[in-house]
């Protein structure tokens, strides 16, 4: 009988993380396979490792939100668990009163910046310092909203 082929992957460190799932831990590292990149890039800041789970957790959501409904998606992270996601959908005036939404910026509003103006008031107490994703293109509109909020990521 033929011996099975044998497999090797080898993986090249990238860069530390914060700390590992805890401040009071060791850090951990994120590695990636030789001769592949990492599938996102850190523009700012040293991530941890709930962080990239919460992005990858995140950004899952969003996807298969897109995929399904046709609509911008947008969610909020943190812990590895949702604490709010949304698709674009107009806000109505119960709404833009509770999200403090004016008539003058209801009108800006954008399908990115619905979503996540919804995702992020599902629990706005738990979404501070979240790790955010959206399906589409963060624009001008949702960057100033995204300004106003503490989140370790987007």
């Known amino acids: 009988a033929a ?15 914060k700390y590992g799932c805890n401040p009071h831990q060791k850090p951990a590292s994120i590695y990636s396979r030789l001769g592949s990149d990492l599938p996102f890039e850190v523009k700012n800041g040293v991530p941890g490792y709930i962080n990239l789970l919460d992005a990858a957790n995140a950004w899952q959501l969003v996807l298969e939100l897109k995929q399904a409904t046709g609509l911008a998606a947008a969610a909020s ?3 590895v668990s949702p ?3 949304a698709v674009a ?15 003058e910026t209801r009108a800006a509003l954008t399908p990115s ?3 996540y103006l919804r995702a992020r008031n599902a629990d706005p107490m738990c979404s501070f310092g979240d790790f955010c994703a959206l399906s589409d293109e963060v624009d001008e509109a949702t960057a100033k909203y995204l300004k106003k909020e503490v989140s370790d990521g987007i």
């Open 3 to 17: 011996e099975a082929p044998v497999t090797a992957r080898v993986y090249k460190p990238e860069f530390p993380l």
């Open 77 to 79: 992270f943190k812990h």
């Open 83 to 85: 604490a709010g996601a």
């Open 89 to 103: 959908v107009p806000l109505n005036d119960v709404e833009c009163k509770a999200y403090e939404v004016t008539e």
């Open 113 to 115: 910046s619905l979503a």
